[in-house]
């Protein structure tokens, strides 16, 4: 059983304009997708799910479309049935571009549910990978400049401390739908080890039975962290006594 799953839920788009639908109902969709997921989560008792909801390079997308997105995880955030299950949510992103209205609402409801022992759900919004590690480092060099940390002694525990959620522990499994084989700057510092899972299918057309389906395939996976496989000693052959 893993600790963490992250997943890149990708094919909204795609799976609304095979339909004739404009992309905005996709991701409506992908919401609905979203709450399965959660649903699920809850009930095989995983800790933490990370959902990949909006990147810092989405912003090249139409306008249209970024506007959907972001006003469908507003009204998630404010009416959606998540908010009332047993579910610590929080947000890691960058806040620049994003709508304060937005940003109220996944700062609110990171303090409202602050104290919640069930699922740790963070929802990656205006998220990059590298984003991210470059405003940890500016935080470590400002914690160095400041006489908290030796430059010359500092190890991945110190970066790890001024990462934005230091408490988000590192990725078990991450899947990716919409039949792309890439991770796309989604959580590379904490993904490191992950076990990568790849699916056809887009993410509108996902549910619970998918998630445990992936964690079934995690769990038949040898996972060694760059050690050696244990190899059992052979037992030495017995001589046989001739007739």
């Given amino acids: 059983m893993p ?12 799976w609304a304009e095979q339909r004739g639908l404009p992309r905005s109902a ?18 095989i008792g995983l800790r933490h799910l990370t959902l990949y909801a909006f990147s810092t390079e989405n912003w090249q997308r139409d306008t249209e479309e ?13 009416e959606g049935p998540v908010r ?30 602050r104290a919640r022992t069930g699922l740790t759900l963070t929802v990656c919004l205006n998220y990059g990978g590298r984003d991210e590690i470059t405003r940890t480092a500016a935080a470590l060099a ?4 400041a006489g908290d940390v030796d430059p010359d002694l500092i190890g991945e525990d110190d970066f790890a401390r001024h990462l934005p959620h230091p408490d988000m522990p590192d990725v ?8 792309e ?10 993904a490191t080890y992950a076990e990568l899972y ?20 995690y769990g038949r996976r040898r996972r060694r962290h760059g050690a050696a496989p244990l190899v059992s000693p052979r037992k030495p052959a017995v001589p046989t006594r001739p007739e």
Avoid at 26 to 43: F, I, T, W
Avoid at 142 to 145: E, S, V
Avoid at 172 to 179: C, I, N, P, S
């Fill in 84 to 113: 009332d299950l047993d579910v610590r949510q929080r947000w890691s992103g960058n806040p620049g571009k994003l709508p304060e209205e937005l940003v109220r609402s996944l700062l609110r409801e990171e303090r409202r549910t």
């Fill in 172 to 179: 078990d499994l991450l899947w990716r739908t919409g039949d």
């Fill in 142 to 145: 400002r914690a160095a400049r």
């Fill in 66 to 78: 970024i506007a959907a997105v972001l006003e469908a995880t507003r009204r998630e955030l404010d």
């Fill in 3 to 14: 600790t963490h799953v992250a997943i890149i839920m990708d094919g909204n788009g795609r």
């Fill in 198 to 217: 790849f699916t056809p299918g887009h993410w509108p057309d996902a549910d619970r039975r998918d998630l445990w389906q992936a964690i079934t395939a």
């Fill in 26 to 43: 996709g991701h409506r969709a992908g919401n609905v997708a979203a709450r399965e997921m959660v649903y699920g989560a809850l009930e």
């Fill in 181 to 190: 084989q890439r991770t796309s700057n989604f959580l590379p510092w904490q």
